[in-house]
């Protein structure tokens, strides 16, 4: 056979591995956590995993609910803060600023989230917890472990999800037709009309996406979280309280007390929850997104 | 020449650097069909978009000189452009409904100038949708979105939609380009029949639309005007080499008419029905030249014609009162 025709033969193939083994990957993760989550998930019933405010390992109570609670505490106040923040400058940036400001700006938007999220961890600890600490909670006149807490969290998550939000809604924004606009603008709307009534309404699904995903990428933060939200395992009742999100439990206690019976299983449940919840984020956002671009929406 | 409603005053435009128009100085007529003509990348978009200033949302675009409408600059920065943009209905190269529904996209102009009342809104949906001719196909489904109807019907749409605001001029850009001709001839039938009411600036590199809808052309070539004048002046006898050359680049039918009937003074649907007894003793193939007077008649006619499936070729407004519709029988 001809040396060309092998080579092209060849690299064809090896792509087409490295392709699958990426993908697999995936498969992979999620296969094995699966098999090492069923120990717990044979001997303790789904109900009680999932809807127990009890966690005593010792005591072979593995109640996840105090985790999911503040998982979902921490990830929907740091949607909160973060939606209406970035949606009011996606906005801005794409149908007030001039084309220099929005191409001065858009590079920093990325850099902001190159940022490690260590670093993001550091400034809420040096920067948000003493600013609730001093100011924040005793003007609200709030009890507070020290600053620690949900509020600190979705603080500091709430700034990692900017970008994310920022950018995916430009794009989503930048795809609505400028003859929309003209034809709104041409019966005599204002610009905020226009861009309430018909860019917006235009962009709405894509808008939701965005959020999706930024929310999906707050569910998932491990270590900016870890450092400011308190880390106590009890079902929170306020944004001041403490509470012990999912990825926090895993990054602090797998591979310590691993003594203890089926402990083990229960943080890789955990993981086997996150990567599940995340992945279906994922998927919705990304379903939305591809009707989008094909013009479906 | 008639009263003069736009006044465009040495205007000039540059788009990044780039000299898009050059000062341009030309009066537009009122309550007549003005056509700008002159090939793709001259300057005739822009020159339509200075008029309600949609220029400003291009990016790195600069302008100076005067346009004048109603006496009120509307390149002054300090003019209520708002104001000004409700009185231009803008209809668009590609039908572009908002997206929502039938009634909705009619609705929307009214309402964003502040009329809440549901009834007076339904008035306003009704009476625009049929003066477009679109009321019969959608009166049962106006709550259904207007992305389902056909792209002719859209176009339609558009117009009725810019006509709801109650402007006094209508601005187009290459209305008809991307529609069928069928749909096409809609839009310039209905375009004829608004100039009674409205003054019309069409943008047209289709020098035969121009032929049968512009009063008055305005001819511009690489951002320079070249020629302005009663559409006599310019497509007889043009001043200018490069108009006579940019017109006689494209074929200009001649017709020979085999029958012509002279309908003046009978009402609709006599019109309809004479010019169909008239076809009827032709052959093939063969041309018929009907003359209405009857302002119904010049949409209907046509209309009618081309639902049993016979060429319309012309129709063309010849004097105050009259107009001449080319019929080729199939």
Not at chain 2, 287 to 306: F, H
Request: charged share 20%; proline share 5%; aromatic share 8%.
């Amino acid at each position: 056979m001809n040396l060309r025709i092998l080579k092209d033969k060849i690299s064809s193939r090896l792509m087409l591995a490295a392709t699958v083994f990426a993908c697999l990957l995936f498969f992979l993760i999620l296969i094995g956590l699966y098999i090492r989550a069923s120990p717990i998930l044979s001997t303790v019933p789904i109900t009680e995993l999932l809807f127990s405010e009890e966690w005593s390992p010792n005591a072979g109570k593995f109640g996840f609910l105090p985790f999911i609670m503040g998982t979902l505490w921490v990830t929907v106040l740091a949607t909160i803060i973060a939606v209406p923040i970035s949606l009011l400058s996606s906005i801005y940036l794409s149908e007030y600023a001039g084309v220099h400001l929005r191409e001065a700006v858009k590079p920093l938007i990325d850099l902001l989230a190159g940022i490690p999220s260590v670093v993001y961890g550091l400034w809420g600890v040096l920067a948000v917890v003493p600013f609730i600490k001093n100011t924040l909670a005793p003007a609200l006149g709030a009890e507070t472990i020290g600053g620690y807490g949900i509020l600190a969290g979705g603080i500091v998550l709430s700034i990692m999800v900017f970008p994310i939000i920022i950018s995916v809604t430009g794009e989503v924004l930048r795809s609505v037709s400028h003859d929309l606009r003209e034809v709104s603008l041409s019966l005599g709307a204002t610009k905020w009309q226009t861009i309430k009534h018909v860019v917006l309404r235009k962009a709405r699904p894509g808008i939701f996406a965005a959020i999706v995903l930024g929310f999906s990428r707050a569910f998932g933060e491990t270590m900016a979280v870890l450092m400011v939200v308190g880390n106590v395992p009890k079902v929170p009742s306020s944004v001041f309280d403490p509470a012990y999100p999912l990825p926090a439990l895993i990054a602090n206690t797998f591979g310590e007390m691993m003594s203890i019976p089926l402990y083990d299983s229960a943080i890789l449940l955990a993981a086997l929850m996150l990567l599940t919840v995340v992945l279906v984020f994922n998927i919705i956002a990304r379903m939305v997104l591809i009707k989008i671009e094909r013009g479906v929406i | 020449m008639s009263e003069t409603h736009i006044q465009i005053d040495n205007v000039n435009a540059y788009y990044s650097g780039n000299h898009a128009l050059k000062n341009i100085s030309v009066q537009i007529p009122k309550k007549q069909i003005t056509a700008i003509i002159g090939p793709s990348g001259c300057g005739k978009s822009t020159l339509l978009k200075c008029m309600n200033r949609l220029i400003d949302l291009t990016d790195e675009i600069t302008y100076s000189g005067k346009i004048l409408i109603d006496g009120e600059n509307v390149f002054d920065k300090k003019t209520d452009i708002i104001n000004i943009r409700k009185k231009m209905g803008l209809l668009a190269q590609k039908p572009t409904p908002l997206p929502m529904s039938i009634y909705e996209n009619i609705a929307y102009g009214p309402r964003i100038h502040g009329l809440r009342k549901k009834p007076d809104l339904d008035n306003i949906v009704e009476k625009y949708l049929k003066l477009v001719g679109l009321w019969e196909e959608v009166k049962d489904r106006l709550n259904s979105p207007a992305s389902n109807l056909s792209i002719g019907q859209q176009q339609r749409l558009c117009l009725a939609r810019g006509l709801a605001v109650e402007p006094e001029i209508i601005l187009c850009d290459e209305p008809t380009s991307a529609l069928d001709p069928v749909s096409s001839q809609h839009i310039e039938q209905q375009l004829l029949k608004l100039k009674e009411d409205y003054t019309i600036v069409i943008v047209t590199h289709n020098i035969h639309q121009a032929m049968r809808l512009a009063d008055y052309v305005v001819h511009l070539y690489l951002g320079e005007l070249v020629e302005h004048g009663t559409a006599n002046e310019v497509f007889e006898n043009p001043k200018e080499e490069r108009t006579r050359a940019y017109i006689n680049g494209t074929f200009i039918p001649e017709y020979t008419i085999d029958t012509e009937v002279n309908l003046k003074g009978n009402e609709c649907p006599y019109n309809f029905i004479y010019a169909k007894q008239a076809l009827h003793k032709l052959g093939k193939g063969k041309i018929l030249k009907v003359i209405v007077d009857y302002p119904t008649a010049v949409t209907e006619v046509p209309r009618g014609m081309e639902a049993d499936g016979h060429n319309v070729l012309r129709v063309k407004q010849i004097n105050e009162s009259d107009w001449e519709i080319l019929i080729r029988k199939n």
